[in-house]
């Protein structure tokens, strides 16, 4: 019997985890992932780490190799574009990148993982030298290279989101950076009016200047970028970084597959699109939120390794014997000495898709009063929550410290629907090494719920 052929679009996080968990749990198959870089499993979350000398080398910040999928007998092809899907004859068009050749390739089963490419500012003097994009293997080289170009002493980085790690780095190689955004604040489309403030506040002590409610008009410069053109004016720069979001790498599916207007690909319950034997997961699709019960984007390592995992455990059955239970997702977001969690939905998402949703914000310390403030962190800690049912929709933490546990608890509860009072009623360990006689977890929901709190 000839072995089934599986060919993974992709090789980031849901391509390696399709590919060896394919081949983990299934025999008599070939697996073949195909990848348009030159450099395979690039993690674009580690270039900030990089980019500030923390890791042991740019190529070492990777998923996987593709010596490590041949050892476990699968194959990755890199250099090599997949531009069209034949349903009828169950084929994909691969094209190599480097010198334009291209053929036909058989499947039993796709699994698309192509993810989503950086938005760009197509504006007038785009395409001066100095501009860039922060996404990928060669886009963290141009980076890097430019934060130790002394020749470089103003930078500015357009995007007040993904951006600020740019931001962060440059001013820490000591370039004057301006941080330009749209919006009121940064990284106001995630996080709630306290946090926005503490992360304005925390980038301006640490000599970023913020350029808000600034839209970018165009590009000066005679070869290589000279100012950046806005609505208030101009800004004198040597180097542009664009942040300014994504668009799903979809424009090949276009006349094959179904596409939502904005090029996400459609997939239904089980992650198959309209074509037989052809599946979707990544940040090119809308998982299904459990704490919103709609589809919803996502974009997200951990989400992508869950839908693919459930993939290809279901990947042979006729119908698969479960739907996917869905996801609540979360994300770190962090400045210099700043650091937030969020997960699940924000009050204002959750008041877009037509929930009563109400936020509760904590401020408190870490641990008792009677230990001295300089090792007793402030901690914010917020929970969003239905206010009818009281279930959990979303919440946060942020510090200077380490609180992710605290975000994971939640995270972990609004997955299993958990209301305000089973946080508030919930037992956890204490020590005034690490926390108070409640936990903050335990206080937030007490406040929410209107209890005095007894720390």
């Not at 001295?372 to 901690?379: A, G, S």
Request: proline letters at 4%; a negative charge.
């Amino acid at each position: 019997m000839s072995k089934k052929q599986i060919v993974i679009v992709g090789a980031s996080h849901g391509g390696q985890e399709a590919a060896y968990e394919i081949l983990d749990r299934y025999d008599d198959v070939d697996v073949t992932v195909y990848e348009t870089s030159d450099f395979v499993s690039f993690m674009s979350c580690g270039m900030k780490l990089f980019l500030e000398g923390k890791t042991t080398g740019q190529d070492n910040v990777r998923n996987f190799t593709p010596e490590g999928l041949a050892e476990r007998g699968g194959k990755v092809v890199n250099n090599t574009a997949v531009t069209a899907l034949d349903p009828a004859n169950k084929t994909v068009t691969v094209k190599n990148v480097k010198n334009g050749s291209t053929k036909e390739i058989n499947y039993d089963k796709l699994i698309i993982s192509s993810g989503v490419n950086p938005a760009s500012l197509p504006l007038p003097g785009a395409d001066l030298k100095n501009i860039m994009l922060m996404r990928g293997y060669d886009c963290a080289s141009e980076i890097n290279a430019a934060a130790h170009n002394k020749d470089i002493k103003n930078v500015a980085v357009i995007g007040a989101g993904n951006g600020i790690a740019a931001a962060e780095v440059f001013a820490k190689a000591g370039k004057n950076v301006t941080l330009i955004d749209g919006g009121h604040k940064p990284l106001e489309n995630y996080l709630n009016d306290t946090y926005t403030d503490l992360f304005a506040k925390e980038l301006a002590d640490h000599g970023v200047n913020l350029a808000m409610d600034t839209k970018v008009t165009g590009f000066v410069g005679d070869d290589k970028v000279e100012k950046v053109e806005t609505d208030h004016g101009e800004i004198a720069t040597d180097c542009v970084i664009i942040t300014v979001g994504i668009k799903p790498n979809t424009a090949w599916l276009k006349d094959t597959v179904d596409l939502y207007d904005n090029g996400y690909i459609k997939v239904d319950n089980y992650f198959r699109t309209n074509v037989k034997d052809v599946y979707a997961i990544g940040d090119a699709v809308f998982p299904f939120s459990i704490p919103a019960n709609r589809r919803v984007p996502m974009p997200s390592a951990i989400a992508v390794r869950h839908e693919a995992q459930y993939v290809v455990e279901h990947l042979f059955e006729a119908k698969p014997e479960r739907v996917f239970k869905g996801l609540v997702g979360a994300q770190l977001l962090e400045a210099f000495n700043l650091h937030t969690v969020t997960t699940g939905l924000s009050e204002k998402t959750a008041k877009r898709i037509g929930i009563n949703a109400k936020e509760t914000i904590l401020k408190s310390r870490l641990r008792p009063d009677y230990i001295p403030e300089n090792d007793n962190p402030v901690c914010y800690i917020s929970v969003i929550y239905n206010e009818e049912s009281h279930q959990l929709l979303g919440g946060s933490t942020l510090s200077s410290y380490d609180i992710s546990g605290q975000a994971n608890v939640l995270s972990l509860a609004i997955r299993n629907k958990l209301t305000l009072e089973d946080l508030a009623e919930a037992d956890f360990f204490f020590s005034p090494t690490y926390d108070k006689q409640w936990s903050l977890v335990n206080q937030v929901a007490q406040k929410a719920l209107g209890l005095k709190l007894t720390v």
